[in-house]
C-alpha cells in the first residue's frame, strides 16, 4: 500500500472512478484538494461563481450520461452550489459535489467560513457524506458515485473536513460497494408488464405520456418500438422533448401549462394512460382533481416513491424504463390489438385546427417565436439545445427540432433562472465537437453571464442566442392577465442597460445582434462560422410575445386557452 495525504487519495479516487473533468473554484479549506489536482490527469474549469460549477455540472451529465463533478470550499463556497443541487435533484441529474470543511475539532463552533453544508443539503440531495477520517475519503467518493448513477439518478454531496485531506492514509483500490439500505429495483415484474399489455389491448383511448426518465435510461428505441407494435398517441413532458421525435404521426407534443391542445386534450379524454418516467407534476395535470378523468393509469418509474404520490396507479410497476418498454413490446406482440385510427384521428384534428401558436406580428419588431425556429432550422441536426426558463424556454420547447433524443437540456422541476449559459458550457465540455446553442433570456442571461469568461479562458466556443425583450417575459405574462397589467418591478430596460453585444466582447466573446427579419439569418450564419471562441447573440424583440396556449395555474385542463380570448371547443368531434 501507498502512504498518501487525504487530498491525494481524494484525487486518486476521483481519476479511479472515470472523472476526466471537474468544475469548481479553490478556497481554503478545500485548498489541500487543489494542490495534489495541479498534477492530476483530471481537468479541472475554473469558473466565476460556485453556481456556474454545479450547473456546468448539470450539463456535462446531461449531454454525456456520465457523472459531472463541482468541487467548492467551505461556507459561501459550499452555499453557492445549492441552488445547482437543488435544481439537479428536482430533474434527476447525477452530479458530485465534493466541498472543504472547517477542521472536524471546529465544527458546531461556528467557525470562519464554517455552514452545516451537508445539513443544508439534506432534503436536496439523493444521499450526503460528512468524512472526518483521510482513511475513510475513497470509500465515500466510489459509495458517492455509486449512488448518483444508479437507480433513479441525483446529486450527492461528499463534505470533507481539512483535517482529512491534510491526514494521512494507505492508499487502497477498488473499493467494495456494500450499501444494505440502497437496493434500487431495476428489472420490471414481467407478470405486471404482461398486465400492463393487456390492458393497453383493451383501451379504446390510450396515451403513452412519457418524461425525462426515458431520458435517463437511454429509452428511445425502446419506446419507438411499442409505438410500431401498438401504434397509439404519444406526449412528452418538457423534460422528454426528442426521446420521441416531433415529426412522428404519433407525437401531439408536449402537455401540461403551456402544452398543446393536441396533447392536453390526448391526456383528458383518455381512457388509458401508460405513463413512464413521469411524476404527474402539477405542471402537467393542473387541478389533480379534474386530470384525466376517465383513464386507467400504468405508471412506470425507477423510484417506487413517485408512483401513486400524484395520482393512483391502477398498475404499478417499478423498474428501468428501457426494460420495461422492452418487455412490454414483447407482451404487445402475442396480442391482438384493436384499430384506433379514429381516436388518433381525433387528435390529429385538434392538432391541426390548434398549431403551437406562433404568435402576431405586432408592432413590426422581431417575433421571438419565429426566432428560436430559426435557430433551430439553421443549426445541424446533432446541435445541443440548451435554455434559461422562462417564455424563451416554452418557446423552444414547441419551436426546436425534437427529432433526436438527447439533445435538450433545460431546468424543469426548479426552473432555475441562469440554468443556461453554465449548462452550456457543462455539455460543450462534454461532447466537444457538437455544436451547443444556448437560448436565454435577458433576465436568466444576466444572472450566470460570467460564466462566458469561463468559457473564453478555456476555448469553450459555445453560442448564447439572448432573447432580449427588455422584461421579465413570463412574469409580465401573468401580470397582464391575472395582476391588471400593474406591471411591478418586471421590466429590466435591456433596451438601455447593459449593452449585451459590448458586455460579450468584454468577455472575450464575439457579440452580435439583429433588430429585424432580415438580419436574424445572417447573424446566425456569422455565429455558426466562428467555433474558436464562445459568441452572443443577442435578438431585440418585442416585449408584449405571450406563450399560448396556456392552463392558469391550479385550474383544470379543460381551462385551456388557445391565445387570449380564445378557448378550443373540444367536443366539436365526435371520439
Known sequence: MTTMTGAQSLVKALESVGV??????????????????????????????????????????????????????????????????????????????????VPSTAIGTDAFQEADIRGITFPITKHSFLVTRAEDIPQAIAEAFHIASTGRPGPVLVDVTKDALNGTTQWHWPIPIELPGYKPTITPHSRQVAQAARMIAEASRPVLYVGGGLVKAQAAQALAAVVDRAPMPVVTTLMGRGIFPDSHDLNFGMPGMHGTVAAVGALQKADLLIAVGVRFDDRVTGDKATFAPGAKVIHCDIDPAEIGKNRVADLPIVGDAKLMLTDLERHLADLELPDRSEWIEYLANLRRRYPTWAGDKGDGALQPQEVIRRIGQLAP?????VTGVGQHQMWSAHFLPHDQPYRWLTSGGAGTMGYCVPAAMGAKVGCPDTMVWGIDGDGCFQMTNQELTTCALNQIPIKIAVINNQVLGMVRQWQTLFYNERYSNSELHTDRYPDFVKLAEAMGCVGLRATTEEEVDAVLAQAMMINDRPVVVEFVVQKNAMVWPMVPAGTSNEEINYARDMAPTWEEEDL
Do not use: K
Open 20 to 101: 476526466e473533468v471537474a468544475f469548481g473554484i479553490p478556497g481554503g479549506q478545500v485548498l489541500p484538494l487543489f494542490d495534489p489536482l495541479f498534477d492530476s490527469s483530471i481537468r479541472h474549469i475554473l469558473v466565476r461563481h460556485e453556481q456556474g460549477a454545479a450547473h456546468a455540472a448539470e450539463g456535462y451529465a446531461m449531454a454525456t450520461g456520465r457523472v459531472g463533478v463541482c468541487i467548492a470550499t467551505s461556507g459561501p463556497g459550499a452555499t453557492n452550489l445549492v441552488t445547482g443541487l437543488a435544481d439537479a435533484y428536482m430533474d434527476s441529474v447525477p452530479i458530485v459535489a465534493v466541498t472543504g470543511q
Open 381 to 385: 441536426e446533432d446541435t445541443i439545445f
